[in-house]
């Protein structure tokens, strides 16, 4: 009952005309954000930070607007699937496999309406799981200590690559980073000066929204710079929509399983979009076994992974609310955002800035309609978008970078340390080592440092208390099991994903 109170108290922070307002654009521009392949929603997100916060907005509709522009791009990555074969992100790979079919059989619009209605239903079913799950979670979250938090950051740290992940070591090697990163400044329970080298400017330590808009959108502009920077794309003609009721009535057992099985791959540590893609679009394939015609232009291979990875977004959400740990990229992008507003993500999140929390969980489920509304009648628009050279498009994306960093603190060090941080990720990137773990190693370091000083404080020096109780024996299990199943079932899983593309 207090769930559906807090709901309808969200539904009013939501339902003001600027927060719907906001909801709109950004569904609109996440669209068109995910439609760019390469660009995806994390970069899409990382790019607008500084937008949100040079406009001064609040707390709630900040985090509406990118939680607007998070849906929509996980929304728009199947447009460029479906049209050019190139997927806008790595979750948007499997609907490649029946929606380009689809698009060449005459069928384009079909396919882009299927996406969007898929899609639409696994982003209903993940944010109806969230609003069940998360409260649930939170109060469980009140148990813990400060070793049990501890422990819960390694888990983080340890599960980050995921199961797909290539090369864990590189994932270590960049938290570790990132936590290095994160001890510049002055220590606030010593005042020692860490790493400032007499800057003045650093005595503050950096600022993680420098490194996120350097290492994301910097780094994916010099990345398109280098490899887009001609002329706009030929694509498959949309042609009319010849959908029928039937074929949507059909294709409703796949969304349902599809979405579950999304949802589960979203909550949990180390799973993420693309295994929940992956997993649903296999699934479909063993369900309807010779039956099926998968990977010649089925529509229910365009469902299935279509439903996965959009109710694998709202999944994230559920750790990064109630534990403050981001289950994916883009999560931790958010929980960035989330932080330097000075809100502690994290159970007491729910109680201390309840309007926040269910004003973005009401602004998820509003901001599906408002995507289905957009994507079946306005797929034509985005599509005459993806079509515009990105010599146009990357100048206004980077300005808007450059514009927002300045606003944010009027310090021209800050856009100089800007570009370094996006030079270094255009680094990163060419050696394949992933940015999404020096961020969060930013972001939960000094989290880390602070529980494992009060455990120390609160069992006068003994490291024993790290994984004395029971659920730190349980957290660090799954911890060394994060760290253990890239080698033994990542090589697997990859291989599948490879026959998969190759079968098509």
């Excluded at 049990?148 to 992940?165: D, K, R, S």
């Excluded at 993806?386 to 146009?392: E, F, I, T």
């Amino acid at each position: 009952m207090d769930t559906l109170n807090y709901l309808i108290d969200g539904f009013g922070v939501a339902l003001t005309p600027m927060n719907l307002s906001l909801a709109l654009m950004g569904a609109f521009m996440g669209t068109l954000i995910g439609a760019l392949p390469g660009l995806g929603p994390a970069n899409g997100v990382a790019i607008l930070i500084p937008l949100a916060f040079s406009l001064g907005m609040p707390a709630d509709s900040a985090l509406i607007l990118l939680t607007s522009v998070y849906a929509g791009a996980m929304y728009g990555g199947r447009i460029s699937s479906i049209l050019l074969n190139i997927p806008g992100d790595e979750p948007a790979m499997m609907t490649c496999l029946d929606g380009y079919p689809m698009a060449t059989k005459g069928r384009a619009s079909d396919a882009l309406a299927i996406s969007a209605i898929a899609s639409f239903m696994g982003g209903l079913i993940g944010t109806i799981g969230l609003i069940l799950l998360a409260p649930i979670l939170a109060k469980f979250a009140l148990t813990f200590g400060p070793a049990e938090y501890f422990a819960l950051f390694v888990l983080a740290f340890a599960t980050l690559g995921g199961i797909t992940g290539k090369n864990p070591i590189k994932t270590i090697l960049a938290a570790t980073l990132g936590i290095m990163i994160s001890t510049v400044g002055i220590d606030i329970s010593t005042g020692t000066q860490r790493y400032t080298f007499g800057v003045l400017e650093l005595y503050e330590g950096i600022d993680f929204i420098l490194a996120i808009v350097g290492l994301f959108a910097i780094s994916e502009l010099l990345i398109f710079l280098e490899e887009h920077a001609t002329s706009g794309r030929k694509m498959i003609k949309v042609g009319k929509l010849s959908l029928t009721l039937k074929e949507l009535l059909w294709i409703l057992p796949t969304t349902l399983r599809g979405s579950i099985l999304g949802f589960i791959s979203g909550v949990l540590p180390g799973a993420g979009a693309s295994l929940g893609s992956f997993i649903s679009y296999t699934l479909e394939k063993q369900v309807t076994g010779k039956k099926g015609d998968f990977g010649n232009g089925d529509s229910r291979g365009v469902a299935a992974p279509e439903a996965g990875n959009n109710a694998a977004s709202s999944g994230a959400l559920v750790p990064m609310l109630t534990l403050g740990v981001p289950g994916s990229g883009t999560t931790a992008v958010l929980l960035a955002m989330l932080i330097s507003m000075n809100i502690t993500p994290g159970p007491l999140m729910f109680t201390q800035n309840a309007d926040v929390v269910w004003g973005v969980i009401a602004a998820l489920l509003i901001g599906n309609f408002i995507l289905l509304l957009l994507n079946i009648p306005l797929v034509g628009v985005f599509v005459r978008l993806l079509s515009v050279p990105q010599m146009y498009l990357m100048p206004s994306v980077m300005m808007v970078a450059f514009v927002g960093i300045y606003s944010i603190s009027h310090s021209t060090f800050d856009l100089y340390f800007m570009i370094v941080f996006g030079i270094a990720g255009y680094i990163f990137r060419k050696i394949e080592i992933p940015l999404v773990p020096i961020i969060l190693g930013m972001l939960l370091g000094p989290e880390m440092e602070k529980n494992l000083g009060h455990a120390m404080i609160l069992s006068d020096g003994q490291w024993s208390i790290l994984w004395q109780s029971g659920l730190c024996k349980i957290l660090w299990a799954i911890a060394m099991l994060g760290l253990l199943l890239p080698y033994l079932v990542g090589p697997i899983f990859r291989k599948r994903i490879r026959a998969a593309v190759a079968e098509n």
